[in-house]
């Protein structure tokens, strides 16, 4: 009778600490998914919206510019004009431009103290040429948090006549450009170019380079 008691308590006392290993195991696995469903860093991030400028569908563009140019012997003075350029691919485009600029005396002029050189109509330098241009690195311009505009970085290379001190030279342009898009039909732009050409109006035949600096605003239409 005895030992069947000692069995049974035996038993009961067995019994009690599963249930109670078993609880235990079940308030950890409930710990353990409390803590995965509240992380203690939320990795979800608000996206901002961004609007891009594009350039618009048509593909001719007229612009204006103002800067400065210097031209070889004749000192740097304030430039001026327009341009026209069709966009052939997003890539490649034509431009036609013209330009105008009032030159100084030069300092042997300055120093002889004779006869000037050149008379007053004669110092006006202006230029006409066509180019091909061709957008190398297109890109991005971010200004804030809101607001992004496209970009472009280009070359150009092209021919024309300049129109200086009574006579004609033909003549080589090269150089390059940063065209930022301020919406879909309106930019900026900002070029540096050299005008070459070979002249021998201070006695000795050479090559010339006239290089010039200038802002522009354009509009696609």
């Given at each position: ?220 239409f």
């Open positions: 009778m005895e030992t069947r008691i000692l069995i049974f308590l035996l038993r009961a006392t067995l019994l009690a600490s599963l249930a109670a290993t078993s609880i235990g195991c079940s308030s950890k696995l409930v710990d353990i998914d409390a803590d995965q469903k509240e992380p203690v860093i939320d990795a979800r991030v608000d996206r901002r919206e961004i609007k891009a400028a594009d350039i618009d569908t048509e593909d001719f563009e007229l612009g204006i510019f103002g800067g400065f140019m210097s031209v070889e012997d004749f000192g740097s003075n304030a430039v001026y004009g327009a341009r026209l350029a069709y966009h052939v691919t997003e890539g490649i485009f034509v431009e036609a431009s013209y330009g105008r600029t009032d030159t100084e005396e030069t300092s042997f002029e300055r120093l002889s103290g004779g006869a000037p050189l050149l008379s007053d109509d004669d110092r006006l330098f202006q230029y006409y040429d066509i180019s091909l241009g061709y957008n190398l690195l297109p890109g991005e311009v971010f200004v804030g948090s809101n607001w992004a505009s496209s970009s472009d970085l280009y070359f150009i290379l092209g021919v024309g006549n300049t129109s200086f001190a009574g006579d004609e030279f033909f003549t080589i342009n090269f150089g390059a450009g940063y065209r930022v898009l301020v919406n879909d039909w309106i930019a900026v732009h900002l070029d540096v170019r050299d005008r070459v050409f070979s002249t021998d109006l201070l006695g000795e035949k050479k090559n010339v380079n006239n290089i010039e600096f200038n802002f522009g605003l354009s509009f696609f």
